[in-house]
């Protein structure tokens, strides 16, 4: 009688170690979980963030391209003018008030920042994650250090070639040059204005293909969104 009772204490015992720890793994399941969940409301948030950084950044580089446009048309009706003889007008006034210039061009990395912060781990999918992480290099090394590097060089020349031969009435309003006939027979400062005219070709190049590359990892984030 004694050992039926020994048993079926012992049993119970046993049901209520299984009962305890099943529990207990049951609570760890469900604290995982709310882990899980939690990082994935992080990552979510981050996501979208950079999706309206590079919203903001493809607006940017639209406007970059647009005053490198302007100083390449500018460049090039003086140069028409100093070659063709024309007569100078308000037009070329205004354009020869603004011949030196580029669109300059800084990434918003603010939710880069914070996702680096987080961790970049937090990103699960590693194609996404490595998109993320090769635009943000691409965009400061290939469209801001490399065109500033080219372009500021450049400028330094532009400036003081400017200076000696402009005449500047009103800063970006109205100029027209020192001496015509001598500034029409200046081989070098015209020069300098066709590879001022490269030189803003090769820096739209550049925020173009930097659009590409932002449109494409777009893409990618909105996939990991939706999915």
């Known amino acids: 009688m004694e050992k039926n009772k020994t048993g079926r204490y012992f049993k119970y015992a046993i049901g209520e170690i299984m009962l305890v720890v099943i529990g207990i793994l049951i609570a760890l399941q469900i604290n995982t979980w709310n882990d899980f969940r939690k990082e994935r409301v992080v990552e979510s948030n ?9 919203d903001s950044d493809l607006k940017s580089l639209d406007l970059k391209i647009n005053e490198c446009n302007k100083f390449i048309k500018h460049s090039s009706e003086v140069l028409e003018h100093l070659q063709n003889k024309t007569p100078l007008t308000d037009s070329l006034r205004y354009y020869y008030s603004a011949l030196v210039g580029h669109g300059n061009y800084e990434p918003t990395t603010i939710a880069y920042e914070n996702l680096k912060n987080k961790g970049v781990g937090i990103i699960k999918n590693d ?5 993320i992480s090769e635009l943000y290099s691409t965009m400061y090394y290939t469209l801001v250090e490399d065109r500033r590097t080219v ?12 200076q000696n031969k402009i005449r500047l009435i009103i800063p970006y309003i109205e100029a027209e040059p020192i001496n015509f006939i001598t500034l029409s027979r ?9 590879k001022n005219i490269w030189t803003l070709q090769w820096v739209i190049d550049r925020y173009e293909k930097g659009k590409v590359e932002i449109k494409k990892v777009q893409r990618k984030i909105k996939e990991d969104l939706e999915k």
Do not use: G
């Open 151 to 162: 372009v500021r060089r450049f400028q330094e020349i532009q400036v003081e070639m400017v």
């Open 46 to 54: 981050i996501l979208k963030e950079i999706l309206v950084n590079l």
């Open 186 to 194: 200046d081989i070098p400062f015209q020069n300098m204005l066709v």
């Open 127 to 131: 194609s996404t994650r490595q998109a």
